[in-house]
């Protein structure tokens, strides 16, 4: 039989519309039973082989593969929807962010350019962004997957402004451009530098105080250096929200340095951004708003379902300058849908890009931006909750102090391998479904790292992980 090519759209419409209102149905039961669930289960092996077919050259019915998608992908997902999942720093999403989804899809909008409401309402996200950071009204900036492709955008855009536009044509020949961040930055910050052929050995990792804060006397002295020794510093990467233990860098006085040396101040604020949304947290970001650019997420903090991050440029024309291309079949007019230039394919290196906008425009406005301050100062008072009670317990251990969100301990009342033995832990929390920390190193120890992101997460899923730690640890080290 010859396959049928009459488009892919049903003749009649009516078991797609069922089948579409059971997927919405079932995935409000998935959100409202979140807390009955396991926070993640690990997906069988015979599952898994399940998955590996050929391609299929065959039609099949979308209620078959919809059942697929329940059996074997729905209960097996990563888990960060759940209120204790604690693991890395994941967003929970949101539910009107998932219908958001599903809007944008059936709109299957191209936000690479053209004159069209989805892009307006990119514009308007990134306004909102802008205000909420404290920067100006023309500010500039996009969507993208995450804060590393945004912190790569800004190692980019600070390199052109540098330069000048003729790097991008010329490359940099001999320049010996050279970066600066704490040992606490992301690890992206880095990788950005290696993605922007300056190489991460041009990225200087300036040392910490004890509370995880950039030392500004060591970043004077390492830009003093670099200027003798004849290279060209271009950049300083603050951090607002480190990884490890949430530390903030002294931003406004980041800003001073900067603007004395000439130097381009990025601001990685991944999750700390939306600390601006907390009238008390707030002021921990002074200086922000003086950032030449700004990364962070959206997906993270702010609720909104992956994959959503943000850059920002304060000065739209550098942006500009450090990506937009003409070619002939993109050709920008004063009417019709070639209109409504510049577009964001002349901000970054996108050129088709899907319709994150619509899901962040949706979340702000259905819960507010208060709101979700709110949710990021109950978050950083369960961490408070959640070392105090670790202070409290003689078993348990904190091995940083807590800046926003984030606790690091560790169960301690054990002879021998601490680390190992945290590891495990670690391991048999998330194996048993019961909570999902993750685990980082702090001074050569090993951490139970706890990120509290979620605004699910409530006072009873604090609790129920110091008692695991403390049951597991026990059975562990009697054993
Ligand atoms: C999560 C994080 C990143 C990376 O962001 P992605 O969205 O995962 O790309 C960068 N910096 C910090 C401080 C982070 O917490």
Request: hydrophobic letters at 50%; aromatic letters at 6%; proline letters at 6%.
């Amino acid at each position: 039989m010859e396959p049928d090519a009459s488009g892919l759209d049903p003749e009649d419409w009516t078991a797609l519309r069922a089948l579409g209102h059971r997927m919405v149905d079932d995935m409000v039961d998935h959100l409202a039973g979140v807390r009955q669930r396991p926070v993640w289960q690990p997906m069988p092996p015979g599952l898994r082989a399940e998955l590996a077919k050929k391609l299929p050259r065959a039609p099949s019915e979308p209620e078959a593969v919809y059942a697929q998608f329940r059996r074997l992908i729905e209960p097996y997902a990563t888990g960060n929807t759940h209120p204790r999942f604690m693991g890395w720093v994941h967003g929970g999403g949101n539910p009107v962010g998932m219908l958001a989804e599903l809007l944008a899809g059936g709109l299957n909008a191209n936000l690479g350019g053209r004159d069209h409401a989805p892009i307006e309402v990119e514009r308007q996200v990134i306004r909102w962004a802008a205000e909420m950071l404290g920067l100006p009204p023309k500010t500039s900036g996009l969507l993208v997957t995450g804060t590393s492709i945004a912190n790569l955008i800004a190692v980019l855009v600070a390199r052109t402004a540098a330069l000048g536009a003729d790097v991008r044509r010329d490359g940099l020949g001999g320049s010996r451009l050279v970066a600066y961040a704490s040992v606490a930055a992301h690890g992206c910050v880095s990788r950005a530098m290696d993605m922007a052929g300056l190489g991460t050995n041009a990225l200087r990792l300036i040392a910490c105080d004890g509370e995880g804060r950039m030392v500004p006397s060591a970043l004077a002295e390492a830009v003093a250096r670099d200027r003798d020794a004849g290279a060209m510093p271009f950049m300083v990467v603050g951090t607002a929200g480190s990884v490890d233990i949430g530390a903030i860098d002294d931003l406004a006085g980041l800003a001073r340095f900067c603007r004395a040396q000439d130097l381009w101040l990025h601001v990685d604020a991944a999750f700390g951004a939306m600390a601006a949304l907390s009238p008390r947290l707030r002021p921990l970001l002074a200086g922000i708003e003086q950032a030449d650019s700004i990364a962070f997420d959206f997906h993270k903090w702010a609720q909104v379902p992956y994959d959503c991050g943000c850059i920002l440029v304060r000065d739209p024309a550098a942006q500009l300058a450090a990506f937009a291309a003409p070619a002939a079949y993109l050709r920008r007019e004063n009417r019709g849908l070639a209109g409504g230039h510049p577009w964001p394919c002349d901000l970054g290196p996108d050129l088709s890009r899907g319709f994150r906008a619509l899901k962040v425009w949706m979340t702000l406005l259905v819960y507010g931006a208060d709101r979700l301050g709110a949710i990021v100062e109950q978050c950083c008072g369960l961490a408070r909750a959640l070392a105090d009670r670790v202070d409290a317990e003689p078993s348990l251990e904190r091995l940083a102090p807590v800046a926003l969100n984030i606790v690091c301990f560790r169960f301690a009342a054990a002879e021998g391998d601490l680390d190992a033995l945290n590891v495990a832990i670690v391991a048999d929390l998330q194996e048993a479904g019961i909570a999902a920390p993750s685990t980082t190193t702090l001074g050569g120890r090993l951490a139970i790292r706890a990120a509290i992101v979620n605004h699910r997460t409530r006072i009873e899923d604090i609790e129920a992980l110091v008692a695991a730690v403390i049951q597991v640890g026990n059975a562990r080290a009697r054993a």
